[in-house]
C-alpha cells in the first residue's frame, strides 16, 4: 500500500501535466514588421490557424512537442519544430522574404506559357479532387467582423425585417463581431452534421443570428470556374514562380480575367506539381465597387491528401451608396479523414476506385463494354506529359464521369431540382452560455480591441445570463416601397389594403387613380377598382377584380370584372373569367401599351392604338397535363362595333387623325364572335423546383414546342359573325453559350384553315414596338414593321437574338466593369406569300428590365427588290406593362 500511495499521487497529477495550453506567438519578417494574415499549420493534430492584422497568433493546445509550417505570400514558409509550452511564453517566428529565382521550366515550341500546361492538368484533374474525401470529421472555429459606415437614405426609408423599420443610426460606425465553436461531420457526397457548441455574438438582437448564418463555409474550391471545362476562355494565366518545399514542387500561378465580371476571378494559385491539387489560393472578385478577398490554404492533412485548413475571406462593400467591411475567418483542425483513393491517378487504370461502391456493383455486359472504351480513353490522356485544352477538357469529363457517385449522377439527371447539399445543424443548449475560458481555449484567433469592445458593449446591454438561444423569424433584410399610407383618409385618398382576416384582403386603388386612362375615343377614364384577395390554402387563391370608369368624351360607362383561380399548384392549374364592356385594341394579343398611348396621347396627340367596342365574356383554363406539358383551353364571346374619336384634345393642340382608317370601317360591320381554342405547349426534360407545394420550372436542354388551334363559330340567330379556323406552330429556346452570354430564338407561323368569314378584330396582327418608347421586348418583336401589319392567310416568322456581357463597348477596357450587357437581334417575317421583311439591329440595356437599341429593315413586295426602310433608333420599357397592370 505504501508503494502504492506515491503512483497514485503521480497519476493524479498527471492530467495537470498533460492540459491544454495556450500557443501564442508572432509573425514577422527580417525587419522585424509584422506579417498579416500569416497561416499556420500543426501537422500533428492538422489544425490550421491565421495571423491577425498585426501578425499575432493563438491556438490552444495540448503539451508537447509539434511540426508547425508557417507561410504568407511573399516570403519564404517556414517549417519548426515546436515545444509547448514555449519557453520564452510568446513564439516569435521570422519569415525571410522571397526571392525569386525563376527555375528552367518546360517551354513548348511555339512559346506557349508554362502556366497553360499547369492548368491544363489541373482542370483535368479537378474532378478527382473535388469527389476524392468520402467521409472527414472536424472541429472548426469561425469568427466574422463587420461593419457599418454608409447607409443612404433611400435604403434607410425601404429596409424592413419582419415588417419593421431598421434603425440604422444605431448600426453605423460600430464594429460588431460573432464566433462560433463546431464539430462537423461529412459524409459523401453532400451530408453535413453540424453541431455547434458555443456561440458568441454583439449584433443587436434583432439581427442576432438564425441558423443560416451559423452555417460554416462548405464550398468545394474545384467548383469553381477557373477549374472547369471553358475556363481559357474566360481567363488568361502566367506562370511566375517554382519553389521546392519539403520535397513538393509548387507553381505559382497568375490569374488573370480576360472580362471584368463579378463571376471571374483575379489573383493566384499555387499548385502542386505532379498531383495537380491547389496548395493556396488568393483570389479577388469585384462587383459594382465592392470587393471580396478570398485566401484559402491547403495543407497535407494526411498522405497526400490536401484539405483546406483555413479560409480567410475579406469584404469592402461600396456599393449604391452603401459602405462598409467585414472579414470572415475559418481554421479548421481535422480529426479524421478518410478517401477514396490515396494518391493522385498517374494510371487510369487506378480511376476505377474512385466512386465508392462502383466496383463491387454488378454491370451489364454493355455497361462493361462502354467502361473499357472509357478506361482506354483515359490511359491514352493520363500518360500524355501535355496535354491539349480540348483533350485537358475531356479528361476532365472522364474523370467526373468515373469518380461521380451513384447519388449524384441521379441527382444531377433527376428532373426535380432539390437542395443537393444536406446540411444538420444542432445546436448545444448551452451554446450561448459558455464562459471566457471556453473561448481562450477554442479562439483561433486574437481578438482585435475594436472586437473586445464590441463585445463589452453588448454584455452591458444583454448579459449573457440573458441570452436564450436563437432569435426566432427570418433574419433577411427586405428592400421594399412603403405600402401606403396607414390612416383611413390617407387610404381613401392615395389607395390601400384592408386585411379583413387572416385568409382575406381588400385592396381600394384610392381617389388619386381615380384617371387611369386617356385616349380620343373615350376622353378620360374617370373611376375606381377594387381587388378582393382570398387565400384558400397557404398555395390556392381567389382573386376578384371590378373595375368601373366614366368615359368624359361618350359620357358612358366603361367596366370589367376578373376573377382568378389558382387551385392547381404543383400542376400549374390556373383558371380565370373576365366580362365587361370596354373599348379594346383591334390588335389586342400584341398591341401597344395603353399606358403609352395615353401619355402620347394626351401630351402631343399621338395615337398608336385603334380601339373597336367590345362587349365581352371570356374563360380560360391552363394546367399542366404532364411534366412540361401545359394545355391550355379557352372560350369567347363578344359584341363588335366600330368606334370613332369623339375628342381631339391634347397638350399641345396637335391635328389628330381618325380611330380607324376608311377601309377599315367599311370592313367592319357590327358583328359577333365566338370562340373556342385549344393549346398545347410541350418541354421535353423540363426541370422544376418545388418550393412550400408549388412547382417552378427551371430550366431544359430542349426547345419548346407549341400548337394552337382556334374555331370561330357563328351563331344561329343569323347576326354578322366571326368565323374561321386558325392553326398556329412554333419552336422556341434560350441557350446559355457561356457563364455571360446567351442565345434564344423563335421560329412559328401559322394558316387559316377557313377565312371566309373573317373580321378585322380576328386577324393574325404582330407583335411590335411602333413608337419610340414601347413595353415590348426586343427579343420577339418587329421594330420597324408598318403599324396594325397583320395577316389573313399564312404567315412565317423568325426571331434570333444573341446576348453577351461582352459583344463590342464592353470589350472598351474602361467599359468592363459596368453593369449593361449588349445584344444582336435578327427578325424576319413571310405574310400571305407577298411580303417578306428583314430586321436586324443592336442593343445595350439591363437584361430585360431596359433596352435601347439601334434598327434597320429592308422590305421586299410580290418578290420585287427589297426597299430599304430606313434606320430606327427604339427603347424598350417593360416596366410600362406592370404599369398597366397596376
Known amino acids: 500500500m505504501r508503494l502504492l500511495k506515491p503512483v497514485i499521487l503521480c497519476l493524479s497529477f498527471f492530467p495537470v501535466l498533460l492540459k491544454a495550453q495556450l500557443l501564442q506567438g508572432v509573425v514577422q519578417n527580417e525587419k522585424g514588421e509584422a506579417v498579416p494574415n500569416a497561416s499556420i499549420f500543426i501537422s500533428e493534430i492538422a489544425r490550421g490557424i491565421v495571423a491577425n492584422d498585426k501578425g499575432q497568433f493563438q491556438t490552444d493546445i495540448k503539451q508537447g512537442v509539434y511540426t508547425c509550417e508557417f507561410r504568407s505570400l511573399g516570403y519564404e514558409s517556414k517549417t519548426m519544430r515546436i515545444e509547448v509550452p514555449v519557453a520564452q511564453g510568446v513564439l516569435v517566428v521570422t519569415l525571410a522574404d522571397k526571392v525569386y529565382q525563376l527555375s528552367e521550366v518546360l517551354v513548348s515550341p511555339d512559346d506557349e506559357d508554362p502556366a497553360y500546361r499547369i492548368m491544363r492538368k489541373v482542370i483535368a484533374y479537378a474532378p478527382f479532387h473535388r469527389n476524392r474525401i468520402s467521409e472527414y470529421q472536424s472541429r472548426t472555429y469561425t469568427k466574422g467582423t463587420y461593419r457599418i459606415d454608409k447607409i443612404p437614405g433611400v435604403i434607410k426609408q425601404m429596409s424592413k425585417m419582419n415588417g419593421k423599420k431598421i434603425d440604422f443610426d444605431a448600426l453605423t460606425g460600430k464594429t460588431f463581431v460573432m464566433e462560433s465553436d463546431n464539430e462537423i461531420t461529412f459524409k459523401a457526397p453532400n451530408s453535413y452534421d453540424q453541431r455547434v457548441k458555443a456561440v458568441k455574438s454583439s449584433i443587436p438582437k434583432e439581427f442576432d443570428v438564425g441558423e443560416e448564418n451559423l452555417k460554416v463555409v462548405n464550398s468545394n474550391i474545384y467548383d469553381e470556374n477557373i477549374?472547369?471545362?471553358?475556363?481559357?476562355?474566360?481567363?488568361?494565366?502566367?506562370?511566375?514562380?517554382?519553389?521546392?518545399?519539403?520535397?513538393?514542387?509548387?507553381?505559382?500561378?497568375?490569374?488573370?480575367?480576360?472580362?471584368?465580371?463579378?463571376?471571374?476571378?483575379?489573383?493566384?494559385?499555387?499548385?502542386?506539381?505532379?498531383?495537380?491539387?491547389?496548395?493556396?489560393?488568393?483570389?479577388?472578385?469585384?462587383?459594382?465597387?465592392?470587393?471580396?478577398?478570398?485566401?484559402?490554404?491547403?495543407?497535407?492533412?494526411?498522405?497526400?491528401?490536401?484539405?483546406?485548413?483555413?479560409?480567410?475571406?475579406?469584404?469592402?462593400?461600396?456599393?449604391?451608396?452603401?459602405?462598409?467591411?467585414?472579414?470572415?475567418?475559418?481554421?479548421?483542425?481535422?480529426?479524421?479523414?478518410?478517401?477514396?483513393?490515396?494518391?493522385?491517378?498517374?494510371?487510369?487504370?487506378?480511376?476505377?476506385?474512385l466512386a465508392e461502391g462502383k466496383a463491387s456493383r454488378p454491370i451489364s455486359e454493355k455497361r462493361k463494354k462502354a467502361d473499357d472504351k472509357l478506361m482506354k480513353d483515359m490511359e491514352k490522356l493520363t500518360e500524355k506529359e501535355k496535354l491539349s485544352t480540348r483533350e485537358a477538357y475531356q479528361l476532365s469529363q472522364m474523370m467526373q464521369s468515373v469518380s461521380e457517385s451513384d447519388e449524384e449522377k441521379i441527382h444531377r439527371k433527376s428532373l426535380e431540382i432539390k437542395k443537393f447539399e444536406n446540411i444538420a445543424i444542432k445546436i448545444d443548449t448551452l451554446a450561448f452560455k459558455v464562459d471566457s475560458l471556453h473561448w481562450a481555449k477554442v479562439r483561433a484567433m486574437p481578438l482585435e480591441k475594436s472586437e473586445a469592445r464590441s463585445y463589452a458593449v453588448a454584455d452591458?446591454?444583454?448579459?449573457?445570463?440573458?441570452?436564450?438561444?436563437?432569435?426566432?423569424?427570418?433574419?433577411?433584410?427586405?428592400?421594399?416601397?412603403?405600402?401606403?399610407?396607414?390612416?383611413?383618409?390617407?387610404k381613401l385618398l392615395l389607395g390601400g389594403g384592408y386585411k379583413l382576416d387572416e385568409k382575406s384582403w381588400l385592396r381600394f386603388g384610392g381617389i388619386v387613380r381615380a384617371p387611369n386612362e386617356y385616349n380620343f375615343v373615350d376622353g378620360f377614364y374617370l373611376g375606381q377598382s377594387l381587388q378582393y384577395h382570398l387565400n384558400l390554402d397557404s398555395n390556392r387563391y381567389l382573386r376578384i377584380k371590378p373595375d368601373m370608369r366614366y368615359v368624359t368624351a361618350r359620357h358612358a360607362l366603361r367596366w370589367k370584372t376578373d376573377l382568378q383561380w389558382h387551385y392547381e399548384p404543383i400542376r400549374q392549374g390556373y383558371a380565370s373569367l373576365s366580362f365587361g364592356h370596354i373599348a379594346e385594341d383591334v390588335n389586342r394579343l400584341y398591341g401597344m401599351n395603353r399606358f403609352l398611348n395615353a401619355i402620347t396621347a394626351l401630351t402631343y396627340g399621338g395615337k398608336s392604338i385603334r380601339f373597336y367596342d367590345r362587349a365581352f365574356i371570356h374563360a380560360e383554363n391552363r394546367i399542366d397535363v404532364a411534366n412540361g406539358l401545359k394545355l391550355t383551353t379557352s372560350f369567347l364571346h363578344e359584341?363588335?362595333?366600330?368606334?370613332?374619336?369623339?375628342?381631339?384634345?391634347?397638350?399641345?393642340?396637335?391635328?389628330?387623325?381618325?380611330?380607324?382608317?376608311?377601309?377599315?370601317?367599311?370592313?367592319?360591320?357590327n358583328h359577333r364572335a365566338s370562340k373556342l381554342g385549344v393549346g398545347l405547349s410541350y418541354t421535353p426534360f423540363y426541370r422544376y423546383r418545388i418550393d412550400k407545394g408549388q412547382k417552378s420550372y427551371d430550366s431544359s436542354a430542349y426547345p419548346t414546342f407549341a400548337i394552337q388551334y382556334q374555331k370561330g363559330f357563328g351563331l344561329p340567330d343569323n347576326t354578322v359573325t366571326s368565323q374561321f379556323d386558325l392553326l398556329e406552330a412554333s419552336v422556341s429556346q434560350s441557350l446559355k453559350t457561356s457563364i455571360?452570354?446567351?442565345?434564344?430564338?423563335?421560329?412559328?407561323?401559322?394558316?387559316?384553315?377557313?377565312?371566309?368569314?373573317l373580321q378585322l378584330p380576328d386577324y393574325r396582327y404582330f407583335r411590335q414596338n411602333p413608337i419610340l418608347v414601347g413595353d415590348k421586348s426586343f427579343d420577339h418583336s418587329f421594330n420597324m414593321l408598318s403599324e396594325y401589319s397583320y395577316s389573313k392567310d399564312y404567315w412565317a416568322e423568325a426571331h434570333a437574338n444573341y446576348k453577351s456581357g461582352y459583344l463590342l463597348l464592353k470589350r472598351l477596357p474602361f467599359l468592363q466593369g459596368k453593369v449593361f450587357d449588349e445584344a444582336l437581334h435578327l427578325h424576319y417575317l413571310h405574310s400571305d406569300g407577298k411580303i417578306d421583311y428583314f430586321e436586324g439591329g443592336y442593343s445595350i440595356g439591363l437584361g430585360s428590365v431596359g433596352r435601347i437599341g439601334v434598327f434597320a429593315a429592308f422590305e421586299r413586295v410580290d418578290y420585287q427588290e427589297a426597299d430599304f426602310k430606313g434606320v430606327s433608333v427604339k427603347i424598350s420599357l417593360p416596366l410600362f406593362s406592370i404599369l398597366e397592370m397596376k
Open 740 to 757: 455571360f452570354s446567351r442565345f434564344s430564338y423563335f421560329v412559328g407561323g401559322g394558316k387559316f384553315l377557313d377565312n371566309t368569314s
Open 639 to 669: 359584341k363588335r362595333k366600330a368606334l370613332q374619336n369623339k375628342t381631339t384634345y391634347n397638350l399641345l393642340d396637335k391635328t389628330v387623325g381618325t380611330n380607324l382608317p376608311d377601309e377599315w370601317v367599311s370592313a367592319f360591320p
Open 227 to 353: 477549374f472547369k471545362p471553358g475556363a481559357f476562355r474566360y481567363y488568361k494565366f502566367k506562370w511566375e514562380d517554382v519553389e521546392t518545399n519539403g520535397g513538393r514542387t509548387i507553381n505559382k500561378i497568375k490569374v488573370m480575367p480576360r472580362y471584368k465580371n463579378a463571376d471571374l476571378y483575379s489573383g493566384y494559385l499555387y499548385i502542386l506539381e505532379n498531383t495537380w491539387n491547389v496548395f493556396e489560393a488568393d483570389l479577388t472578385s469585384n462587383e459594382m465597387g465592392s470587393t471580396i478577398h478570398n485566401r484559402i490554404t491547403f495543407h497535407e492533412v494526411k498522405p497526400s491528401v490536401y484539405l483546406p485548413t483555413t479560409y480567410d475571406m475579406n469584404v469592402n462593400v461600396n456599393t449604391m451608396g452603401v459602405k462598409g467591411s467585414g472579414r470572415y475567418f475559418v481554421s479548421i483542425a481535422y480529426r479524421s479523414v478518410k478517401v477514396k483513393q490515396e494518391k493522385t491517378p498517374s494510371s487510369a487504370r487506378e480511376i476505377p476506385l
Open 460 to 490: 452591458s446591454i444583454n448579459p449573457p445570463d440573458s441570452i436564450h438561444g436563437l432569435s426566432k423569424g427570418s433574419r433577411t433584410i427586405i428592400l421594399e416601397l412603403d405600402e401606403g399610407p396607414k390612416s383611413a383618409w390617407g
